[in-house]
């Protein structure tokens, strides 16, 4: 069974990078057959895509968040990651990675999400 | 921006039948691309509970169904169980984003 955990601090200061890692479990990152995303999630608000990768690296972003947003796949350790630079209180949100299949567009498997918060 | 548009929140009794819409536009439903809905029960991640419109994964009651016309998407729900008590959102791909687009999320709760 897939599983995915979101792992990175908690607590990022203003203007700093926010670094999020998600490792993948039940299944291998390298598998062309699937896209890897970020998907966030203000405290009592909606769902917000952020971005999506490709095994082989080519990623997609959400225009609102494109030129602060990086990410990226690692996988000798069978993860991916996501940056995001020059936080804002605005940032502070749940990060849930998740998993789609290359040509379904909903995302089946999600991570059990990580809250961090930006404050100094 | 292009937005998918749901009601902020719905009400029923236990047993009722209740209906959950998603206005998109011509950038994403009404392009013809499938629309998606996710269970969301307080403090868990999202759950994926109708997928390409009509189709439940595994696992998933029958009392849910979904429904696509033009440029909406219907989510029902038969036998209302209190344990349907959740957010529920709706997701489609949006061309001018060239990715994921969600709508701001229904309120469910059971009386």
């Known amino acids: 069974q897939l599983q995915l955990q979101e792992s990175g601090p908690g607590l990022v200061k203003p203007s700093e990078t926010l670094s999020l890692s998600c490792g993948v479990s039940?299944?291998?990152?390298?598998?062309?057959?699937?896209?890897w995303g970020w998907i966030r999630q203000p405290p009592g608000k909606g769902l917000e895509w952020i971005g999506r990768?490709?095994?082989?690296?080519?990623?997609y972003y959400n225009p609102s968040l494109k030129s602060r947003v990086t990410i990226s796949v690692d996988a000798s350790k069978n993860q991916f990651s996501l940056h995001l630079s020059s936080v804002t209180a605005a940032d502070t949100a749940f990060y849930y990675c998740?998993?789609?299949?290359?040509?379904?567009?909903?995302?089946?498997?999600w991570g059990r999400g990580t809250l961090v918060t930006v404050s100094s | 921006q292009s937005v998918l548009t749901q009601p902020p929140s719905v009400s029923g009794a236990p047993g009722q039948r209740v209906t959950i819409s998603c206005t998109g536009g011509s950038s994403n439903i009404g392009a013809g691309y499938d629309v998606h809905w996710y269970q969301q029960l307080p403090g868990t991640a999202p759950k994926l509970l109708i997928y390409d419109n009509t189709n439940r994964p595994s696992g998933v009651p029958d009392r849910f169904s979904g429904s696509k016309s033009g440029t909406s998407a219907s989510l029902a729900i038969t036998g209302l169980q209190a344990e349907d008590e959740a957010a529920y959102y709706c997701?489609?791909?949006?061309?001018?984003?060239?990715?994921?687009?969600f709508g701001g999320g229904t309120k469910l709760t059971v009386l």
């Open positions: 997701q489609s791909y949006d061309s001018s984003l060239s990715g994921s687009m």
């Open positions: 990768i490709s095994y082989s690296g080519t990623a």
């Open positions: 998740a998993r789609r299949r290359q040509y379904h567009l909903q995302w089946g498997y």
């Open positions: 039940g299944g291998s990152i390298t598998s062309s057959s699937y896209y």
